[in-house]
């Protein structure tokens, strides 16, 4: 919990702004889940 928050605080001072901070980490989980899926729809479409 305290990790999520320290790299959340980071995030905004690097930005300067608490806002974009947030829309940039959903920006990247997002990414991130996208990347993961499509990996493995991949996998599985190759087995078949």
Known sequence: M???EYESH???RFLGEESGASLMEYALIG???A???ALIFLAI???K
Request: aromatic content about 0%.
């Open 10 to 12: 980071v995030i905004s």
């Open 45 to 47: 479409s190759k087995e």
């Open 2 to 4: 305290r990790t999520t």
């Open 31 to 33: 990414a991130i889940i």
């Open 35 to 37: 990347a993961i899926g």
